[in-house]
């Protein structure tokens, strides 16, 4: 079993920086990938970004490319989202999420086993 705690998540103005922080904790492996998705009000949760074990593979959604920064510190089991140039469409609920390597495409939602509960991040015009 493994357990994601989001937060950092709140109201931000249009322009503005947040960090969100996902602890994990559990059976968690050198082979984890850690993913960010996040999910609007009637809409599909969209892919945001990925890290692996060793930080040196990082993929980002194209709607965050430039702006947003995912970062590990497996000393403390968490990986960070800084997100800046925050726009209102980046509104969301900001979920964390633990994919295996092999497990399939760091895409889709399909591919993480384990989520944690979400953090809402609102921004505003």
């Known amino acids: 079993q493994v357990h994601l705690v989001e937060s950092g998540g709140g109201l931000v103005q249009a322009g503005g920086s947040l960090r969100l922080s996902c602890a994990a904790s559990?059976?968690?492996?050198?082979?984890?990938?850690l993913g960010w998705f996040r999910q609007a009000p009637g809409k599909e949760r969209e892919f945001v970004a990925t890290i692996n074990w060793n930080s040196n593979v990082i993929e980002y959604g194209n709607s965050v490319k430039g702006r947003f920064i995912i970062s590990r510190d497996n000393a403390k089991n968490t990986v960070y989202l800084q997100m800046n140039s925050l726009k209102p469409e980046d509104t969301a609920v900001y979920y964390c999420?633990?994919?295996?390597?092999?497990?399939?495409?760091?895409?889709?939602?399909?591919?993480?086993?384990?989520w944690g509960q979400g953090t809402q991040v609102t921004v505003s015009s």
């Open positions: 999420a633990r994919r295996l390597l092999g497990s399939g495409s760091e895409l889709y939602e399909t591919s993480y086993d384990y």
């Open positions: 559990g059976q968690t492996f050198s082979t984890d990938y």
